[in-house]
């Protein structure tokens, strides 16, 4: 068990499924104490429990992180159980995919309200705990879409960019509050991500694409641990990994 996990109160925004699943079952089992937000509280409630039930400590916080008061109040209620955040992963995100010339206006104000908005949200509502803590950690997952475009995921891979814009941007600035920040790309990993693709064509593309090459989430939650097990004088900033298969 490595000591640098253990004890860590982290915040998983987007762990009802997927990447922030697979995140909070890896660093529960490694000892931390996971604080779990999405909107889909029934799984999360079920998930906390199983957490539980294996000696660990978890709680459940329904959260749309494009309600900046709920995501408030997901940390508010970490610092209230647990009297601190060590960690904010800021996970939740969808991927819809369609050219431009579909107009799918619906499809881009999601995209970017949860895969932008969420990710500034979770920072401006844990940076004053973190600040006054003089210590702590934010993990923004952006993908290999943040460092490429295709044709049909401008929308997507232009919010991906701009986390890792936003990531650069607080790495700088959280310097002096001995703050650490980490911003993780991965490729195609098997999760529920196509599932967010509206347009039926993309979608049967990309599950199609996915079968062939996506990869465990325990690969996410393996990164993320690393990230977060180093001592506290390394900071990782950026880890980009794909399936070994993947070309794009
Ligand atoms: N899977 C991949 O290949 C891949 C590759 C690169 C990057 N990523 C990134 O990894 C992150 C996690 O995605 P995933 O692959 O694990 O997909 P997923 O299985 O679909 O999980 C997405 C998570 O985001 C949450 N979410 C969506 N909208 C939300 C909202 N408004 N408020 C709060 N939570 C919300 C969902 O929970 P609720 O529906 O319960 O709210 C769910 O827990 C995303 O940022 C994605 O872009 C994934």
């Known amino acids: ?63 749309d992180v494009t309600h900046f008061d709920q995501v408030q109040r997901l940390v508010d209620t970490a610092v209230q159980t647990y009297g601190r955040v060590d960690v904010l992963i800021n996970n939740a995100g969808l991927m819809p995919q369609s050219p431009l010339d579909r107009r799918k206006i619906e499809d881009w104000n999601r995209t970017i309200d949860v895969n932008i908005k969420g990710v500034l949200y979770g920072i401006g509502a844990v940076l004053p705990t973190m600040q006054a803590q003089k210590s702590g950690h934010i993990i923004n997952v952006s993908s290999v879409a943040g460092h490429k475009v295709r044709a049909g995921g401008a929308v997507y891979a232009a919010t991906k960019h701009a986390v890792r814009v936003i990531s650069e941007g607080l790495r700088q600035e959280v310097k002096p509050f001995n703050i650490r920040s980490t911003v993780i790309s991965p490729g195609a990993v098997d999760s529920e991500l196509t599932d967010s693709i509206t347009e039926t064509d993309f979608a049967d593309a990309t599950k199609k694409f996915y079968a062939e090459v996506a990869v465990p989430a325990d690969s996410f939650a393996r990164a993320v641990a690393f990230a977060i097990e180093q001592p506290a004088d390394i900071d990782i900033n950026e880890i980009l990994y794909r399936p070994t298969r993947q070309e794009y």
């Open 1 to 63: 068990m490595s000591t640098n996990i253990e004890g860590k109160v982290v915040i998983i925004t987007g762990a009802s499924s997927g990447l922030g699943e697979a995140a909070a079952r890896h660093l529960s089992s490694h000892g931390a104490t996971v604080v779990l937000g999405a909107r889909r509280i029934d799984r999360l409630e079920e998930l906390a429990k199983e957490l539980i039930a294996a000696g660990g400590r978890a709680i459940a916080v329904a959260t």
